[in-house]
């Protein structure tokens, strides 16, 4: 083989930075991407299994595996006594390119106009966001990936490969039109909701793709133009933008330290609350203000639609119950998540409500995509039923108190002048800086200190300005990191400061 023609074949078969593959996979992924860039046309001849496992270090028999598994799938065909080459029907059939259209005018039509057509729009909503490549900063203070040092790999890679054992195909493998793994119901009927005190029918659970999903369902089912929508201020603001698509009309409902100021509550048709742990101030809701809330949706007459969001985190005190544990009117829509612990690219909640509305979420959840995942139901099912959520949930609180403990330290030291309050649970802290500080504009400066945070104005349907507020989101850094990144939080402070002339005090003070 000649030099020019084994970097040919060298630059042709690099093998893909995939390093969850194997390398007969990855190898395997490098031909069939070059037969279908067409880069390798039909009867396109590849090296040998010898020159080619010489050329790439590896074994002979790699390739070899590698050749044969593309045989028996169509991509390659072996010709006696001459060698390996790409088959003729390798590359699927392409449509040609057609001529555009023209008009009598001799000129092409115009595209629509998209901004004029758009009836929904979402684009200028405020809502979280992360820098694109967020990943490579060192301290990401905000919420966004699995843990690493958490996620329960192997108990997880279990209950996956488990559920695709040829005996358990028959489970999830048939279209579910609008039903949802019964084994996954089961056990959120009996092993999630008692813990909240909630009982359910399994007529009365939807399985949801997470808790996002549940808001524009309800969104799609309850509200319109002139439905009165309650949200908490400062609030979720994924709840917010699911809920605006209907364009109701907002009510604006007052937060403190203690939660929901339910005494003030304004007329509203459904008020969205998440008691457990507000979002984003962390405040838990008490027992008298969550039996006043009920008290007054009966008076008022409106429904409550509880997200009980980070419920299971809870580091101190005695778990309060959810508000649908104490509903006896059927005023309390119930949303919740069974993935937030592990990841959120999982997406798999669900919604706890009276049947006849379950049977309406259930046929517009089917207009819009049938059913989530079946596999992803089933596997999580079957990670329920072993006993690894409550393992993890165990794993995941000793680990974020540890790390709310360790960002408390590092605030009084690095930042004494910034005020906070330490949740009984969750993974963030709402930290208020002084009066002169905006936390969009810090957070800005932030990043090139290598810092991330949640800026609070996100949160707000009429955020102040300057806004003081953010949140630090514990859930995506390892505690090895937190003190070096509030104090670099603390250099991008004082930078910020020098730029607007604001003296600070020493942050070598500690409360």
């Not at 992924?29 to 860039?37: E, G, K, T």
């Not at 005190?197 to 089912?221: N, P, S």
Request: charged share 20%; with cysteine; net charge neutral.
């Amino acid at each position: 083989m000649s030099l020019a023609r084994s970097t040919q074949w060298a630059q042709l078969f690099a093998l893909p930075e995939q390093p969850g593959l194997p390398l007969q996979g990855r190898l395997r992924a490098a031909v069939v991407q070059a037969i279908l860039d067409g880069r390798l046309g039909a009867g396109a001849p590849l090296p040998s299994s010898r020159e080619l496992a010489q050329l790439l270090g590896l074994s002979r028999n790699t390739v070899t595996s590698a050749y044969l598994q593309l045989m028996d799938e169509g991509f390659l065909e072996a010709r006696p006594r001459s060698g390996v080459f790409v088959a003729a029907n390798a590359r699927p059939l392409t449509a040609l390119a057609a001529e555009p259209l023209v008009g009598r005018s001799g000129h092409a039509g115009q595209p629509p106009d998209w901004s004029e057509r758009v009836l929904r729009s979402l684009t200028a909503h405020p809502t979280l966001s992360k820098p694109d490549q967020w990943r490579d900063y060192p301290y990401p203070f905000i919420y966004g990936t699995h843990d690493p040092q958490l996620f329960p790999t192997e108990d997880f890679r279990e209950c996956c490969a488990r559920s695709l054992a040829r005996s358990q195909l028959p489970q999830w493998t048939p279209d579910l039109e609008t039903d949802d793994v019964p084994e996954l119901i089961e056990q959120i009927r009996t092993r999630l909701l008692p813990k909240r005190g909630v009982f359910a029918l399994k007529e009365e659970i939807l399985v949801t793709l997470g808790a996002q999903h549940a808001y524009y369902l309800l969104a799609e089912a309850l509200f319109d133009e002139g439905t009165r929508v309650g949200l908490e201020e400062p609030g979720h603001p994924h709840a917010r933008n699911s809920f605006a698509l209907r364009r109701p009309q907002w009510v604006e409902v007052a937060v403190d330290d203690d939660g929901l100021v339910v005494d003030a509550l304004p007329a509203a048709d459904y008020l969205f609350v998440t008691p457990s742990h507000q979002s984003p101030t962390t405040a838990t809701l008490s027992l008298e203000r969550r039996q006043w809330l009920l008290r007054k949706a009966e008076l008022q007459d409106f429904v409550i639609i509880e997200d009980d969001y980070e419920a299971e985190n809870l580091y101190e005190g005695t778990p309060m119950p959810a508000l649908k544990s104490l509903d006896k009117t059927g005023r309390v829509i119930y949303v919740g998540s069974v993935s937030k612990s592990l990841s959120p690219a999982l997406r798999l909640g669900f919604i706890v409500a009276p049947r006849g509305l379950i049977k309406e979420l259930r046929a517009i959840r089917h207009a819009m995509v049938r059913h989530p995942s079946a596999f992803l139901q089933h596997a999580y099912a079957l990670f329920l039923s072993l006993g690894h959520h409550e393992s993890h949930a165990r794993r995941v609180n000793a680990a974020m108190q540890e790390r709310l403990g360790l960002a408390a330290q590092a605030l009084r030291t690095h930042l004494p002048d910034f005020e906070f309050k330490l949740p009984q649970g969750g993974a963030s802290i709402w930290v208020r800086a002084p009066a002169w500080v905006d936390a969009g504009e810090l957070a800005l400066m932030a990043r090139s200190h290598g810092v991330l945070i949640e800026a609070g104005d996100v949160f707000f349907a009429k955020a102040p300005y300057p806004c003081p507020y953010f949140r630090l989101r514990l859930s995506s850094i390892p505690s090895s990191q937190i003190q070096a990144g509030i104090r670099a939080l603390g250099q991008a402070v004082e930078e910020f400061a020098l730029a607007r002339g604001e003296a600070r005090p020493s942050t070598t003070r500690a409360h």
